[in-house]
């Protein structure tokens, strides 16, 4: 079972750079189910991993690499295909909340202290990549029903799905970018408290 878990860790890993040509060569719909996947993965290993008692330290960095690979290369992508302030400033907001708090992690491990991932089923930071990945679904699903219109397109729940697929996926952006805020709190919390340690 160790195995498949962390399978699944390197799945979205493989997924993370897989959507890349796909965004690129336009297959909208494929580079969905792709994420989708991931993004599915994403809970299924955590879920498996608590359930069998089989978690690892590998596993632990493969979960985490896969995460941030998976949801930092979507929203860099989604800056390309919608080059609009109010999806762009978030997502260089999340992006550098990232490189913040690697920064942290990296300076603590200079001096031999860990600042580890929350273990909470609901911690922030995984109500913050949960958000994310919602949000990067709703886009990609936006971007694939537009991929599919045609000049005789006639459907209301096509004409639908592309009026309220992008107030949602901003919704959840959004939200996702006040859970990545507080979540950077709490870890530079965390690090001033452990600062105090440095002689």
């Known amino acids: 079972m160790k195995k498949f878990v962390n399978f ?12 890349i040509p796909t965004i690129m060569f336009k297959m909208a719909w494929l580079t969905l189910v792709l994420f989708a996947l991931g993004a ?17 330290k590998l596993g632990g960095v493969l979960d985490h690499i896969g995460d941030k690979l ?6 860099i992508l989604l800056t390309l295909m919608l080059p609009i302030p109010l ?8 992006i550098a909340r990232e490189l913040y708090i690697s920064g942290l992690r990296e300076f603590l491990g200079t ?18 990549t ?13 971007a694939a029903v537009y991929s ?29 970018l006040v859970a990545s805020l507080w979540s950077a709190t709490q870890y530079t919390i965390t690090f001033a408290q452990k600062l105090k340690k440095i002689k």
């Open 40 to 56: 599915i993965s994403d809970w299924f290993d955590g879920y498996l991993a608590r359930k069998y008692n089989c978690c690892s």
């Open 148 to 176: 599919s219109i045609t000049p005789l397109t006639n459907s209301r729940i096509v004409f639908f799905l592309l009026d309220k697929l992008p107030s949602v996926g901003i919704f959840f952006l959004y939200f996702a």
């Open 130 to 142: 949960t958000l994310q990945m919602i949000s990067i679904t709703v886009f990609l699903l936006f």
């Open 70 to 75: 998976l949801v930092c290369n979507a929203l």
């Open 87 to 94: 999806v762009v400033i978030p997502i260089i907001i999340m």
């Open 8 to 19: 699944l860790s390197i799945f979205r890993i493989v997924a993370a750079f897989a959507i």
């Open 111 to 128: 001096q031999k202290i860990e600042m580890p991932v929350p273990k909470a089923r609901f911690s922030m930071g995984k109500i913050k």
